[in-house]
Structure formats: structure tokens, C-alpha cells
């Protein structure tokens, strides 16, 4: 029990101390005092919370613009890329198509060979068959 009471009478003693701490600092002067010293910590925090701010804000438009920037040349490699493609294959296209036509162009010349040749052969009969 004495071990009790001596804790509680060391608890009022300190809360008593505590009291008139705060009531002195609550007074006149001393009040002001104390609220400047808040309020200056409260501008500190709140400029502390602005630069914060500001600084990510600024990091995220400079991410941002290095990834825009990355996109627009990503985009341009890609154009140039299709544009290449695009002319190797007007190119593979025309060469075809030259091809063929050239492969045409033989055949019509073949078949217009067989076609003489058929013609003087016939020719040839017709004479011969006349003729006998």
C-alpha cells in the first residue's frame, strides 16, 4: 500500500509541475510566444508540404516528357521503317510484274513461231497435195 500511495503521490507532483508549466506559458507574453512558435512551425510545414509538391510535380513533367519524347521517335523509326517496306515491295511488285509481262511477251513469240510454222507446213501440204 505505501508502494501505491508513493506513485500516486509522485503522479500528482508531476502533473502539478506540468500544470503550472502550461499555465505559465498560457499567459500574456508567454501565450504569444508560444502561438508564434506554432504558427511560424505550421508555415514551415506547410512550405515544406508546397516545395515537396513541387518538386514531384516537376519530376512527373520531366518523365513525362522523356516518355513523349521516346514515342515520337519510337512513331518515327516506325514510319521510316513502313515507308521502306512499303517501297521494297512497289519495287518487288514491279519487278514481278515486269517479269511476267516479259514471260508473256515470250510466249506470244513462241506461239506466234508455232503458229507461222503451222501455217507454211499446211501451206507445204496444200502444194504437195495439189501437186501429186
Known amino acids: 500500500m505505501k508502494s501505491e500511495s508513493s506513485k500516486l503521490w509522485l ?55 522523356k516518355v513523349a519524347g521516346k514515342a515520337e521517335e519510337w512513331s518515327d523509326k516506325v514510319s521510316d521503317k513502313a515507308h521502306q517496306w512499303a517501297h521494297e515491295a512497289e519495287y518487288k511488285a514491279s519487278s514481278a510484274a515486269d517479269g511476267f509481262a516479259q514471260k508473256a511477251n515470250d510466249v506470244r513469240h513462241t506461239m506466234d513461231g508455232k503458229a507461222q510454222n503451222d501455217a507454211e507446213t499446211r501451206q507445204q501440204y496444200t502444194d504437195n497435195s495439189k501437186g501429186k
Open 11 to 65: 503522479g500528482l507532483g508531476i502533473g502539478a509541475v506540468v500544470g503550472m508549466a502550461v499555465g505559465y506559458l498560457m499567459t500574456g507574453e508567454n501565450r504569444r510566444k508560444v502561438e508564434d512558435g506554432i504558427r511560424e512551425v505550421g508555415h514551415e510545414i506547410k512550405d515544406g508540404a508546397k516545395n515537396v509538391f513541387s518538386k514531384v510535380k516537376s519530376k512527373a513533367e520531366q518523365a513525362g516528357s
